[in-house]
């Protein structure tokens, strides 16, 4: 105890800013639901709880890791205050009447890929009709079934198509069970499964890799988001601080966590590695953990630092790209009808980084 | 549903020999099956064009990343790597003993819950009438499905981490404990009832020193069953809920980690851990029910 | 069974006095709903219409007590059905009440109209899950199972040597089984087919092979005096006796086949299947049609053991 105390002393003393006059009071605790197992995908929220940023803030924050559910669902229903997962994810919850809020853009390029064998001679999207895809299910299938709609193709996962013209197959994430035996193509990211199916013996010269955002569907990914209530609390599980303020502390010191982790891959990953079992392993040739997190965190930075972050605001959400995505959902039918405004929450950001 | 308890047969050792005669049979049968399985998967990914590091499909057979069915080097480097040391966080018996412990509190829960209900099933006909086809029913439905939403709906009462997959265990156990409860308590003749009343002996006594006593053969009897069921829903909590331990937490892991080898190794486990369960309870029962004659 | 209660009805039951009270809480439930559905937005007191649905579900129990008494078919029947009906309704009129979203629990009638809206594809899933791997699974697994139990009755050897594995590996979770069959075998129906087997197959076997075993001594002394062929003797004596097991093992088989197959479903599909469609949807919050699959699910189920136990009756009359 000592210890954290004169930590948290020394780092107000590195920085006195405003909010830190508070911190000497017991520290908010905070849980932030990640959208998977630990890894280098959410090196800057480790980054920021290894460094002590969370704690400079006045949270004590726990990352949670996830299994077969939406982040939607723990955080709707308050088993975690916030969360990171995917646009669409977000916005087709809201659809079903569930308040869920955005409040910081963190990656600001898709990473959502469909990988096949080039020997398969598949070429561009409109070839894959009769194919069969290899899809995650639990809102992970949403870029590449917006690739096919966009080329008229119909899936099997849809319950009102009796006769798609793809053959979906859902699979528990690992490509190994499906590619290349079972299925023609396989969804990647491009910071996870490209680098796996790499490792089953298929180098990079051997693979098609069709990038959900080279053919326009650039689906915005990790985000951090809320609930309406969260946002809405005058005094956050009675430590005297809106749910607002919170918020923007949390985005803050997050911000801060991943562009010290952009700046230093190394370290970020070793950050990482120990918070992970098995899960940080690639597979086959790739399967040592520490080169599948580097080449993971490598990846991860591209996405990273994209669109706002290169502009010095990190977090944002871009209002052009998200007319975008929205624009897209609707075309496809995804989504019915626009979002409400307070789907998104600007004041969040802006209050954590000082930009208008 | 009528499942009476069965009397246990008489432990024969005699059925040594030919149980080893048998598992010598099934390593016979697994040998080439897994060369088979494996060289076939292995001439697949060769003709795709992978780069395996090894030459035929024969020679790719027994080093393959990904393997059908493991051979002996690898389930034997699996085992040590999942198995050493044995209480480590990444350790498969130290989650087995977490997922044990959850189905464990979740069959006492089950058997706590299906004592009350039996009680007001018995006591109440208008109650049975009203509910117990559909308590029937009930197992019939795919429940396992619902775990998922079960353990979101606990989370937003602060419920987490051990406890909710006790409860979906105890949740599935429930219904199976609760009728072969009503069947106990159902159990003893109009003669011993008779003989109560000659005794003088209030409800709550007859209750208490004939009906319940008489109840327990039936409740380990429906224990058993349940069980394994119970074991399936702390492990379908423990993949599909935030859990930080368990069996279902490493069996989520490395499904996403394409170690199909940790699947296997996790799966003997997982076996393990329901014949020791089952044999856990057989355990209880000689214990609770040893002042009974033996028929 | 139960030990037959000595009650003799002295005066004529009134089956019928339950009906004023269960009309009234169904059709107070049922008003509330609609009067909840006109309102633009959730009440903002909650707390004044959770008082109607409790005050009417109170009137609904003392209407199932009454008309439970008396031993006339509606005697028997209604008190279930009522408590069905009346649980449904009251779900309605809370769900609406506190404006549960449909992403997190769906109204039971929103329940039913995805399930109308879906149909097609959700009675081509029921035929992937249930006939295709369910069903055959249990047939092969029954099969297989029966053929195993005649084997290692005939065979002492065998008995002894399969019969222990048999025990220890019909506790094997099936989540644990799911994950391996699916990667070695693929994602098709197939692998289902096999893990349903494989589930069945084990209980059948044990309890056929108990049920072989117990024809009482005396009847095989007496088949034995009147020097019956080992045929006649399996087929006058032991099968007959051992059918009630076989029927027991197969009526507890046939609601875990469903329930595995669509559990095995979660480990991965081709797309089809009621387990997927649940899977797929969770993670979509299309809760509603999640519901509606387990609905299907649960029809499917509960006619099946039906079918089951009517298949004993007619077999094995008079048990």
Sequence with gaps: ??????????????????????????????????????????????????????????????????????PIQTVATGAADFGTTWITDLLTARQQGIPVVHIAQMFQKSGFTLVALKSSNLTKPADFKGKRVGLWPSGNEYPAVALMKKYGLTTSLDSTVANPSVQAVTYPFDPSIVFPDKVDLVSAMTYNEVDQIVGLGYSADKLKIFRASDYGINLLEDLMFTSQKVLDDKNFKGSGLSGKEVAARLVRASIKGWDYAVKHKAEAVNIVLPLCGNTCKGSGTRSDAKAHQTWQMNEIAKLYNAGPTLQGRAGYLDPAAYKANVALLRDLGILKADPSADAVNYSVWQEASGKK | MTTAPTPRPARRASNVLPMLAVALVAVLIYWPLMLWANAGQAARSLASGADLGCGTALQCATQLRNPVIPAPGQFASGFQSLSVPPLAATSAPYNALVTGGETLLG?????????????LLVRSRSFERATLPWLVASQTVPIVALAPMLAVLLGQFGVQGFFPKAVIAAYIAFF???????????????????????????????????????????????????????????????????SFSGLGKMLAENSRASDTVALWVIMIYGAALGIVLVALIGLLERLVTRWRPSA | ??????????????????????????????????????????????????????????????????????????????????????????????LRTYGVPTGLIPTPSKVMQSLWAARSVLLQDAYYTFILEALLGFVIGAALGLLLALFAVRFRFLERGLLPYAALLSSVPIVALAPVVIKAVGLGWPSKTIIVAITVLFPVVINTVRG???????????????????????????????????????RVSSTLA????????FFGTEGHGLGFRIQIEVGRFGLDIVWAAIVVASVIGISFYLLIAAAQRRLLPGR
Excluded: C
Excluded at chain 2, 110 to 117: K, T, V, W
Excluded at chain 3, 58 to 65: N, S
Excluded at chain 3, 221 to 240: C, G, I, K, N
């Design chain 2, 176 to 242: 199976p404990v609760a009728i072969g409860m009503v069947q106990g308590l159902r159990s003893p003749d109009p003669l011993q009832l008779d003989l109560m009343r000659t005794y003088r002996a209030s409800p709550a006594q007859t209750f208490g020193l004939l009906q319940i006593p008489a109840s327990l053969p039936y409740l380990f009897t429906s224990l058993k069953v349940a069980a394994t069921a119970a074991l399936v829903g702390s492990i379908v909590a423990e993949i599909s809920t935030i």
């Design chain 1, 1 to 70: 105890m000592k210890k954290l105390a004169l930590l948290s002393a020394l780092l107000t003393l590195a920085l006195p800013t405003a909010a830190q006059a508070q911190t000497a009071a017991k520290p908010v605790t905070v849980r932030l639901q990640l959208k998977w197992f630990p890894q280098a995908q959410f090196a800057g929220y480790f980054v920021a709880q290894a460094k002590g940023y969370f704690k400079a803030e006045g949270l004590d924050v726990q990352l949670l890791p996830i299994g077969d559910q939406s």
């Design chain 2, 107 to 119: 069959l006492a829960l089950a058997s706590l819950l299906g004592l009350i209900l039996a009680t």
């Design chain 3, 212 to 250: 072989l075993q117990s024809a009482q001594r005396m009847h095989l002394d007496l088949m034995h005096s009147y020097a019956a062929s080992p045929t006649q003797v399996f087929r006058e004596v032991r099968w007959p006796s051992a059918l009630p097991f076989v029927f027991t093992a197969l």
């Design chain 3, 258 to 265: 469903l329930i595995n197959a669509i559990v095995a479903e």
């Design chain 3, 1 to 94: 069974m139960a030990t037959q209660r000595v009650t003799v009805p002295l005066a004529a039951p009134r089956p019928l006095s339950g009906w004023p009270l269960l009309l009234l809480s169904g059709l107070g439930l049922l008003g509330l709903s609609f009067a909840l559905a006109r309102l633009a937005a959730p009440p903002t007191s909650p707390a004044l219409w959770l008082l109607g649905v409790l005050l009417l579900l109170l009137l609904g129990i003392f209407g199932i007590r009454q008309s439970a008494q008396g031993e006339t078919l509606a005697a028997r029947t209604v008190p279930a059905a009522a408590t069905l009906i009346l649980f449904v309704l009251a779900v309605e009129a809370l």
